[in-house]
């Protein structure tokens, strides 16, 4: 898969995105400065949402439309929820320029049919489709249809609803996927991520697997690293304070820059398999044990083990020779700490 040339699968850096979600707060200069921490903070992408209240949701107090137990947003409507979140969309064409401009890819999660035509008439590189949107159909083949790469959210859905939202797009024509594991819980705990999905997904689905993750902190997103994510999607914003729909659950700048740092770490831990040894190691290899003489011997004088031992450095035989060493003679005068090698020990035994 490739984002804008972007090469995106195991092998290669790790694509990190950072979601700018709500947390703009319907301020034009907050989006800009967002997007410029996270260039600063070593995010490869910006992503943000494209839908309005009414694109969403209709504006309806019944009790079906209002927001239960459980959330950050309880007791609040759908309505009211998304007209604080939404992003404008006359925004947007100028927040691309200038992530393009900072050196950031820009994309979004379109949330129905006009939100992608909008975004396609920017030449967005790609879109993503968000977790509550895996079952739309409609949707899945309409992005589909763009041509673009597509990176689909998985949050709540069973194997099969993944089996189908995959088919549906790529039956669409969708050439270029992939799937995030995701854990559909504002903030979600640790204990319900089971990363170890992540494999598997790889290995049922073919495509590259990334996470997004709307856990507390950063320990989630490295360790998913080493478990095979390709993608990380973080929600980032610039102070937690300040507020917002997202904004207990989201990443300030030092914290998702040390989530970079951290993820080009673990990259470089994991390295390829190999059981070569490492420059560093073979300057290392004397400190291994080796067998030494540590008693003066005359030569015809029989290796024991009150004069031959196994200890540092390496220099000697392999202390696995030990055995064949004892009880034969030794072919000329050794003095004490001498490293033992075949040319002192003669060969026929007594």
């Not at 949701?57 to 309880?74: A, N, P, Q, S, Y």
């Not at 967005?124 to 083949?141: N, Q, R, T, W, Y």
């Amino acid at each position: 898969m490739k984002i804008a040339e972007r090469s995106i699968d195991r092998g290669h850096p790790v694509y990190i995105v950072a979601e700018m979600s709500a947390n703009h707060g319907h301020d034009f200069d907050t989006a800009v400065r967002i997007i410029r921490a996270a260039k600063e903070a070593g995010a490869d992408a910006i992503k943000v949402q494209t839908y309005t209240p009414d694109t969403l949701t209709i504006d309806c107090d019944r009790t079906e439309f209002r927001i239960g137990k459980g959330t950050l947003w309880e007791g609040r409507t759908l309505y009211q929820l998304y007209g604080d979140a939404y992003l404008p969309w006359d925004w947007q064409p100028k927040l691309k320029s200038i992530a393009n401009d900072t050196g950031l890819h820009f994309f979004s999660t379109p949330f129905d049919a006009t939100a992608v035509d909008f975004l396609e008439t920017m030449d967005v590189p790609a879109h993503k489709i968000a977790s509550f949107e895996l079952v739309d159909a409609g949707l899945l083949c309409k992005v589909a249809h763009t041509g673009k790469p597509v990176i689909l959210s998985t949050g709540m859905a069973t194997r099969e609803e993944i089996d189908e939202a995959v088919a549906i797009l790529r039956g669409a024509g969708c050439e270029q996927l992939a799937l995030l594991k995701c854990t559909s819980a504002y903030p979600a705990a640790p204990e319900e991520m089971n990363l170890r999905t992540i494999p598997d997904m790889a290995q049922h689905y073919g495509v590259p697997i990334g996470l997004s993750d709307h856990t507390l902190g950063i320990i989630t997103a490295v360790t998913s690293v080493a478990l095979g994510a390709c993608i990380i999607e973080k929600h980032f914003t610039l102070c937690r304070a300040d507020g917002g729909p997202d904004s207990a659950f989201s990443l300030e700048p030092h914290e998702f820059k040390a989530m970079v740092d951290a993820i080009r770490e673990a990259e470089k831990a994991m390295g390829t398999v190999t059981y070569e040894v490492s420059e560093h190691e073979k300057a290392n290899r004397l400190f291994r044990r080796s067998l030494f003489t540590v008693r003066d011997m005359k030569a015809g004088e029989l290796f024991t083990e009150k004069n031959v031992r196994s200890i540092r450095p390496g220099h000697g035989l392999l202390p696995k020779f030990l055995v064949d060493v004892l009880g034969k003679e030794a072919s000329c005068s050794i003095t004490r700490g001498t490293p033992l090698s075949w040319e002192l020990i003669r060969n026929e035994p007594v």
